[in-house]
């Protein structure tokens, strides 16, 4: 391994130190996305946690960096893959030159399958994203509502990528101008085969229920306890 990279390849096995270190010294930055290209799996995951916590907390830093987590989401790795998702989502918080809109087919494509995790961690990301871009919330609900026909490597896996579809649906529901898509979606999964899936959809609903009362009352100007 290249001597320069000593630092990082110490403090690669906690990577929130690591992350503490580059806010305080920024010119580490560089040596820890280098540390993404080695072979040695404790480093290169090591640096891509770090840059993912960096990503929740200063995503200012990595922000000038945005095309290299955008070539991540083809890696071979998927470790790698699934980081760039992460922090790609956080960078969406401070994206002044709008960079995700030309990616944005691209990052949600893996929706679709065939790999779950990596569907999962779009999905989750995409709530994010909705936070951050509340305009493209309803274009996120429609990618999100991909996993309804999407193909993966079992059922049981294609019921777990709609469990995160519903949570994430679920974070961002009061942001959609449409949101009859998203709820008709929700309802269907009462009848779903697994037991948990069913409860997270009895809680989402549940929850718009609730939300729905209370700004009832608040435009009546009370509120029931």
Excluded at 38 to 64: M, N, Q
Excluded at 84 to 91: E, H, K
Excluded at 197 to 212: C, S
Aim: charged share 25%; glycine share 6%; hydrophobic share 45%.
């Amino acid at each position: 391994m290249n001597a320069s990279l000593a630092p990082v390849r110490q403090a690669a096995s906690n990577p929130e130190q690591l992350a503490r270190r580059v806010i305080k010294n920024p010119r580490l930055l560089g040596k820890v996305m280098e540390g993404l290209g080695t072979e040695t799996a404790r480093v290169k995951f090591g640096c891509a946690k770090a840059l993912r916590v960096l990503s929740e907390t200063r995503p200012d830093l990595l922000y000038p960096q945005f095309d290299v987590f955008v070539r991540l989401l083809d890696h071979p790795n998927k470790i790698l893959q699934w980081e760039g998702a992460r922090v790609l989502s956080q960078l969406t918080r401070v994206d002044v030159e709008d960079k995700f809109a030309p990616i944005f087919d691209k990052y949600f494509a893996p929706i679709r399958g065939p790999g779950m995790i990596t569907a999962a961690n779009v999905i989750r990301g995409g709530a994010r994203i909705a936070a951050a871009k509340p305009q493209l919330a309803d274009l996120i609900a429609a990618e999100v509502l991909k996993v309804g026909r999407a193909h993966y490597q079992s059922p049981e896996c294609r019921n777990v990528a709609i469990g995160h579809a519903v949570l994430a649906l679920g974070d961002f529901f009061e942001l959609l101008e449409h949101p009859a898509p998203a709820l008709r979606f929700v309802r269907k999964q009462i009848k779903n085969s697994r037991p948990a899936m069913r409860r997270k959809a009895e809680q989402f609903l549940k929850g718009v229920g609730n939300r729905a009362k209370t700004a009832r009352a608040q435009a009546r100007g009370f509120f029931h306890y």
